[in-house]
Nanobody, 125 residues
Framework: QVQLVESGGGLVQPGDSVALSCVTS????????MGWFRQAPGKEREFVAA????????HAGESVRGRFTIRRDDEKNTVFLTIDNLKSEDTAVYYC??????????????????WGQGTQVTVSS
């Protein structure tokens, strides 16, 4: 059974950073591209960032460009997302997802096969 479990969310202040983790099990992690998406109340799901299966190609959504880091640790079957200089509009539930076997990281949610349950990030003073 494939599982993706996000953690690291919570209440953070504007201007601070947040570090999210997504631990996976039940899949050959090193062969899958990984992505992060988010969804705010009343809004559609939005692409945040993705890394391809080999870890050498990264894509970023426009909303976090210049403020994010995504990396994967294949030994730990984990993908990490850090967002700096948080703004109130970063408030959302953040989801990680695993894409197609040996595929590229993609901003298209439809190509992702497995999803986590999400972790809430609230940016507020």
């Amino acid at each position: 059974q494939v599982q993706l479990v996000e953690s690291g969310g919570g209440l953070v202040q504007p201007g601070d950073s947040v570090a999210l983790s997504c631990v996976t099990s039940g899949l050959a992690f090193r062969k899958y591209p990984m992505g992060w998406f988010r969804q705010a109340p009343g809004k559609e799901r939005e692409f945040v960032a993705a890394v391809n299966w080999s870890g050498d190609l990264v894509h970023a959504g426009e909303s976090v460009r210049g403020r994010f880091t995504i990396r994967r640790d294949d030994e730990k079957n984990t993908v990490f997302l850090t967002i700096d200089n948080l703004k109130s509009e970063d408030t959302a539930v953040y989801y990680c997802a695993a894409g197609r076997l040996r595929g590229p990281g993609s901003p298209n949610a439809a190509v992702y096969t497995y999803w986590g349950q999400g972790t809430q990030v609230t940016v507020s003073s």
